[in-house]
T-cell receptor, first 114, second 110 residues
Framework: DTEVTQTPKHLVMGMTNKKSLKCEQH?????MYWYKQKAKKPPELMFV???????INESVPSRFSPECPNSSLLNLHLHALQPEDSALYLC?????????????FGPGTRLTVL | GQQVMQIPQYQHVQEGEDFTTYCNSS?????IQWYKQRPGGHPVFLIQ?????EVKKQKRLTFQFGEAKKNSSLHITATQTTDVGTYFC??????????FGPGTRLSVLP
């Protein structure tokens, strides 16, 4: 299995809702990432998990809360989002946090905040 | 902070023509990666360059890392419609994470 899966594919939520994005990989990768991508822009790093521990938080607002329950799963909990948070949220994984490695991206969750 | 530029921003070519995109960094890099994102798709890893002056080839794609490790290029020979997409460089400055360049969007006219 050489893919990263993400659910849901699409999500529409109001500003008072709480929702979660899920990401899963079974490649034995020990680094997992959340990126945000606006239309016609590059992916922007949000969080990095290394060996299931949060290692990088790129000054992301607290309305985004990541969680890594185990080495295969990565969640992004959403609460009180703003319309400007509408974007494609990409999950990625790489073999090891110890040095630069190829990142495998999931298909993304397209989020719309009303 | 890390400054990454890619030129051109857009490129329209006739099928069969060659295409080159350039990635330039304000700082010396430890390595650089290239990704391709098809319209409506997600980034897909193409290559990683580590050594100064390194050149790698994948079929019609040629990747080069500059001698000073501050720039890189991706050249596609004889473009095909399947080459359509946005090509991103992602640079690493001796850290764990990569910073993506703004991308070059390639259109190929049949």
């Amino acid at each position: 299995d050489t893919e990263v899966t993400q659910t849901p594919k699409h999500l529409v939520m109001g500003m008072t809702n709480k929702k979660s994005l899920k990401c899963e990989q079974h490649m034995g990768h020990r680094a997992m990432y959340w990126y945000k991508q606006k239309a016609k822009k590059p992916p922007e790093l949000m969080f990095v998990y290394s060996y299931e521990k949060l290692s990088i938080n790129e000054s992301v607002p607290s309305r985004f809360s990541p969680e890594c329950p185990n080495s295969s799963l990565l969640n992004l909990h959403l609460h009180a989002l703003q319309p400007e948070d509408s974007a494609l949220y990409l999950c990625a994984s790489s073999h090891s946090p110890d040095g630069p490695n190829e990142q495998f991206f999931g298909p993304g969750t397209r989020l719309t905040v009303l | 902070g890390q400054q990454v530029m890619q030129i051109p921003q857009y490129q329209h070519v006739q099928e069969g023509e060659d295409f080159t995109t350039y990635c330039n960094s304000s700082t010396t890099l430890s390595n650089i990666q290239w990704y391709k994102q098809r319209p409506g798709g997600h980034p897909v890893f193409l290559i990683q360059l580590v050594k100064s002056g390194e050149v790698k080839k994948q079929k019609r794609l040629t990747f080069q890392f500059g001698e000073a490790k501050k720039n890189s290029s991706l050249h596609i020979t004889a473009t095909q419609t399947t080459d359509v997409g946005t090509y991103f460089c992602a640079v690493n400055n001796y850290g764990q994470n990569f910073v993506f360049g703004p991308g070059t969007r390639l259109s190929v006219l049949p």
